[in-house]
Each structure stands twice: as C-alpha cells, then as structure tokens.
C-alpha cells in the first residue's frame, strides 16, 4: 500500500506576507528563495548559507516553487520593486549584494565593457523594448533598467538608445561566423 509522506517545510497563514507559501518556522517566501536562485544565480548551498537555512529547507522551497512556477514566477514579477526597494536598504545598511552577472572589462569603452546584464538590456533595446517592458522582462525595477542604460551609454560613448541599437547590432554582426553568402558564394 502507497504511503504519501507530507514534506511540512512550506505552509501558509493568511497572517503571514498576504498567506504566499513561506519555509515553516520563518517569514521567508518560496518566492524569495525562488528569485534568489533562478534569477540571483545562487547554488541551493549559497542560499543555506545567505539566509540560515538548512538544506532541507531549501530544497523544500524549490521544490515547491517547481511544483507551481508559474505561479510564483508571476509573483516574482510582481514583486520586483519591492524586492528593489529592500536590495537598497540593504545597501544603505553596508551589506554587500552578491552580483549577478559577470563584470565587464573596466577601463576601456566598448561591447566588450559590458557585464552580461548590461549587455542583455542593450539586446532587448535592439528588439525596440521600452524600459517597462525591460524590467518585466528580466525581472528588474524600471529604476535599475535606467541604471544600467546610463552604464550602457558611458561605456559604449553614445548618448541614445538609437546609438545604443547601432552599436549592438554592428557588434554582433562582426561577431558573426562567415557563411558561404558572406564571401559572395550563393547558397544552395
């Protein structure tokens, strides 16, 4: 006979961040902990340690947040500035946020200067995005969208999203393997 054995780590109360699904025992949301490691880049043993949990814990968080993605990844959305707001404060207290993205090349101008964050907001500006559309996108605030279009436009020297779009596109052409119509040969 076949036992189903209930997993009691995530429960809601109504009482609790508006009755969201949060890890027993805390306030933290499955959310939190979904954003942190599908968007963040956080491995499950970086969260354990980045929010004192155990492995248990988080692994009972993604797996509900799995379970019920879209849902939650939803509630991601419309969460992001919120979670802006608290990465801030954050900040204003001294700690520091783990970056998500891989630095650009410093001291220098041009694609290759970018963090790969930056360079994903200049390829959605390329696909004619506003910065609303941007932040839904890859879960920002509008407010961090501008942040990184003033990084976009003092590392790439331009001074438009046109400029931006121009700049993007002629480098990834030139990074762009040579087919057979590209050395004049016709395809077929």
Request: proline letters at 4%.
């Amino acid at each position: 006979m076949l036992t189903i054995l209930p997993i009691e780590t995530i429960v809601s109360d109504p009482e609790i961040r508006g009755g969201r699904p949060i890890i027993a025992g805390t306030t933290l949301c499955v959310s939190d902990i979904a954003a942190w490691h599908t968007f963040g880049g956080q491995s499950a043993e970086e969260l354990a340690v980045n929010f004192h949990l155990d492995m248990a814990q988080i692994y009972a968080a993604l797996s509900y947040y799995y379970a019920h993605k879209r849902d939650i990844d939803n509630e991601i959305r419309s969460n992001s500035d919120e979670a802006e707001k608290w990465l801030q404060e954050l900040r204003k207290q001294g700690h520091r946020i783990h970056r998500r993205s891989r630095p650009g090349t410093g001291g220098r101008r041009g694609l290759e200067t970018l963090s790969a964050r930056e360079l994903e907001v200049a390829r959605l500006v390329v696909a004619r995005k506003t910065n609303a559309e941007i932040a839904a996108e890859l879960f920002l605030s509008i407010k961090t969208v501008e942040t990184h279009l003033r990084n976009l436009f003092e590392k790439l020297g331009v001074s438009s999203r046109v400029e931006v779009a121009r700049t993007v596109e002629r480098g990834d052409l030139s990074q762009q393997p040579e087919g057979p119509a590209d050395r004049g040969a016709l395809p077929g």
